[in-house]
């Protein structure tokens, strides 16, 4: 079954601190993708990053960082240097199907609060 | 950029009542999708379509939803018979590949 489990339901930190976000996921699929979205108190879901199965390096935009690990099943987020604005609840999500067809399977979300 | 967009942003709507939500995906994708979010929940697929049909629902998308392509732009998704549980914010998607589903702002609906 695929499943998506962020185990951490809020974090708390102050601002410019490293905060990282967990996410263990679990599929059957040899070929898969991974996505983390960002959904702000707006409400709206911000697409951050896309992940292919094939693909383990890691990624930085900015200030963001993505660790794949496919050996434990995990695609962590790093936000470097934390601001006020980074509050919001981030969603990691995999994506279940062919190329074209599927759905995204979404884990519970994190909340994450910067406090100046 | 081309962006999927929703109306309306916010409905109210009395038990029993019907809705209909309305989503234009970006023009060039060919899947589209309705997901649903109940108020600090996470996001549940509802419904797939494709060519015109109905690629895939999950056991929420009962007999009370429905999905349509009324012309060449609009997917709406079609709550037959309001229930008070059916509050949630329902977001549009559409695909072109891989690159990732795109997502509308969603529409926040109230059942009272």
């Known amino acids: 079954a695929q499943k998506v489990t962020q185990a951490q339901t809020e974090i708390s930190v102050v601002e410019k601190e490293d905060v990282t976000l967990d996410c263990v996921y679990e599929?059957?699929?040899?070929?898969?993708?991974l996505f983390w979205y960002k959904q702000p108190p707006s409400g709206e879901l911000v697409f951050l990053i896309r992940?292919?199965?094939?693909?383990?390096q890691n990624e930085i935009s900015g200030r963001y960082s993505w660790n794949f690990q496919k050996s434990t099943s995990s695609f962590n987020f790093t936000i470097t240097a934390s601001q006020v604005v980074d509050s919001a609840v981030y969603f990691c999500?995999?994506?279940?199907?062919?190329?074209?067809?599927?759905?995204?399977?979404f884990g519970q979300g994190t909340t994450l609060q910067v406090k100046p | 950029e081309p962006e999927v967009t929703q109306t309306p942003s916010h409905q109210v709507t009395q038990m029993g009542q019907e809705v209909i939500l309305r989503c234009v995906p970006i023009?060039?994708?060919?899947?589209f999708y309705w997901y649903r979010q109940i108020l600090g929940q996470k996001v549940e697929f509802l419904v797939s379509?494709?060519?015109?049909?109905?690629?895939?629902k999950s056991e929420i998308f009962d007999d009370q939803f429905s999905v349509e392509r009324p012309d060449g732009s609009n997917f709406t998704l079609k709550i037959r018979s309001t229930k008070l549980e059916d509050s949630a914010m329902y977001f549009c998607?559409?695909?072109?590949?891989?690159?990732?589903?795109?997502f509308g702002p969603g529409t926040r609906l109230t059942v009272l």
């Open positions: 023009s060039n994708h060919l899947y």
């Open positions: 999500a995999l994506w279940h199907g062919s190329s074209n067809t599927g759905k995204l399977i």
């Open positions: 992940r292919n199965s094939f693909d383990e």
């Open positions: 998607a559409s695909i072109s590949g891989t690159s990732g589903q795109f």
């Open positions: 599929t059957r699929d040899t070929t898969y993708y």
């Open positions: 379509f494709y060519n015109n049909e109905i690629s895939e």
